[in-house]
């Protein structure tokens, strides 16, 4: 894993409105994330609210019930899942990335990506911590640079 020196640069796109969507299923991964995200945010000039949904699957419900709104620059999804014993974190994992990606290319929508997909609480805590994986931070990083894309296309002549 990258040293948190090594990370992209955070994007300035002053006045940028995000919506960061949390499943807290596993509440101190969450919070490190949601820390991360915040820190981004102040840095990139961009305002941040927040919602909560039961659980990772939920995550690209919440944002595409939001989009509708037509209040948010873009999207901050952060979620963990970590593998059991059955089948289910499969299924979790590939739904909910299929449906952001269905979400940001089919709706246009700009989204971070900030689901942990991990074998264990201990993968999960590297990852999440601001100090360390910032995975938080670099969802943010990417919901700024899909605004900043987005905006630099929305006025360009066909």
Same mark, same amino acid.
């Given at each position: 894993?990258?040293?948190?020196? %090594?990370? @992209? =640069?955070?994007?300035? !796109?002053?006045?940028?409105?995000?919506? $960061? !969507?949390? @499943?807290? +299923?596993?509440?101190?991964?969450?919070? $490190? $994330?949601?820390?991360?995200?915040?820190?981004?945010? &102040?840095?990139?000039?961009? *305002?941040?609210?927040?919602? #909560?949904?039961?659980? *990772?699957? %939920?995550? =690209?419900?919440?944002?595409?019930?939001?989009?509708?709104?037509?209040?948010?620059?873009? #999207?901050?999804?952060?979620?963990?899942? !970590?593998?059991?014993?059955? @089948?289910?974190?499969?299924?979790?994992?590939? &739904? @909910?990335?299929?449906?952001?990606?269905?979400?940001?290319?089919f709706d246009g929508l700009a989204i971070? +990506?900030?689901?942990? *997909? !991990? %074998?264990?609480?201990?993968?999960? %805590?590297?990852?999440?911590? =601001?100090?360390?994986?910032?995975?938080?931070?670099?969802? *943010?990083?990417? /919901?700024? /640079?899909?605004?900043?894309?987005?905006?630099? #296309?929305?006025?360009? =002549?066909?």
């Open positions: 894993m990258k040293d948190v020196a %090594e990370k @992209s =640069p955070t994007p300035k !796109v002053p006045g940028a409105k995000l919506l $960061m !969507v949390v @499943s807290p +299923y596993y509440r101190g991964i969450a919070d $490190m $994330m949601q820390r991360g995200a915040e820190a981004v945010a &102040e840095q990139a000039e961009a *305002t941040l609210d927040r919602i #909560f949904v039961p659980g *990772t699957f %939920e995550l =690209p419900a919440a944002i595409a019930h939001a989009s509708k709104a037509n209040i948010y620059d873009g #999207f901050v999804a952060l979620g963990c899942v !970590v593998r059991g014993e059955t @089948s289910h974190y499969d299924y979790v994992c590939g &739904e @909910s990335a299929r449906g952001l990606m269905n979400l940001s290319t971070g +990506y900030g689901v942990l *997909t !991990v %074998e264990t609480l201990e993968q999960a %805590e590297v990852r999440a911590d =601001p100090k360390r994986g910032d995975k938080g931070g670099e969802a *943010t990083k990417a /919901a700024l /640079a899909m605004v900043a894309i987005k905006r630099r #296309f929305a006025g360009a =002549p066909k």
